[in-house]
């Protein structure tokens, strides 16, 4: 079945380190994927798109990478903040540019000062 | 940037009534719009595709007569729950397409609308 799962635990680190969380997909086969922020009572907003041909891709404190052969995204946070705590979706187009996303359950990430 | 508004941000209703939510794309056109649904510590789960001029597609599990969806003009979509039980109380979430940002398109998401049905 086809499934995209992220790591359902929330992540606490300390303030100042690096944040990695996990998004991994089977049976999809996306052209790209995309990560979002969701803050409590609120609706994602958009962080990063990265495509299949792309290995890497930074903005700011923020990289992700895609990793097509592992069915798997990584996502950093570099330097944390606790202005950073909150949900991190990823999501993928099931059949590629239709614009439809399926969501990751998200991971909840905790930045304690 | 892209903004897309959600009113109401929250409705109580009673159960048997039927609320209308809309969704407008603020400084963008937006030929499709989704409509997804979460549920408390759950993800978004989408629940139809709005296309401009043209009947929505939903998803499969998700009953078209209950949640009707009209997508009148290019920036406004709205999500009708008929005859609302308290099992459809949820956070309902729109985005809109068609919006750039940095090079790259992308939806942008409306702040939702708490729904709770007594």
């Known amino acids: 079945s086809q499934k995209i799962e992220q790591n359902s635990e929330a992540l606490n680190i300390q303030e100042g380190k690096t944040a990695t969380l996990t998004c991994n997909y089977t049976?999809?086969?996306?052209?790209?994927l995309q990560w979002y922020r969701q803050d409590p009572g609120r609706g994602p907003v958009f962080l990063l798109l990265?495509?299949?041909?792309?290995k890497e891709k930074r903005k700011e404190r923020l990289k992700v990478t895609f990793d097509t052969t592992l069915k798997q995204s990584l996502f950093h946070i570099t330097a944390s903040q606790p202005a950073d705590s909150a949900t991190y979706l990823c999501?993928?187009?099931?059949?590629?540019?239709?614009?439809?996303?399926?969501f990751g359950q998200g991971t909840t990430l905790q930045v304690k000062p | 940037g892209a903004v897309v508004s959600q009113h109401p941000s929250w409705v109580i209703c009673k159960s048997g009534t039927s609320v209308k939510i809309e969704c407008r794309s603020l400084?963008?056109?937006?030929?499709?719009m989704f409509w997804y649904r979460q549920f408390p510590k759950q993800s978004l789960m989408l629940m139809a595709t709005?296309?401009?001029?043209?009947?929505?597609?939903?998803e499969q599990g998700v009953e078209k007569d209950k949640f009707l969806i009209n997508h009148a003009s290019l920036t406004l979509s709205t999500l009708t729950v008929t005859s609302a039980h308290p099992e459809d109380s949820s956070f309902y979430i729109c985005?809109?397409?068609?919006?750039?940002?940095?090079?790259?398109?992308?939806?942008?998401f409306g702040p939702g609308t708490r729904l709770l049905v007594l």
């Open positions: 985005s809109a397409g068609g919006a750039r940002s940095g090079g790259e398109e992308t939806q942008y």
């Open positions: 049976n999809y086969s996306p052209a790209y």
């Open positions: 990265i495509r299949e041909n792309e």
């Open positions: 999501a993928l187009d099931p059949a590629s540019n239709t614009g439809k996303l399926i």
């Open positions: 400084d963008f056109q937006a030929t499709t």
């Open positions: 709005s296309n401009e001029g043209s009947k929505a597609t939903y």
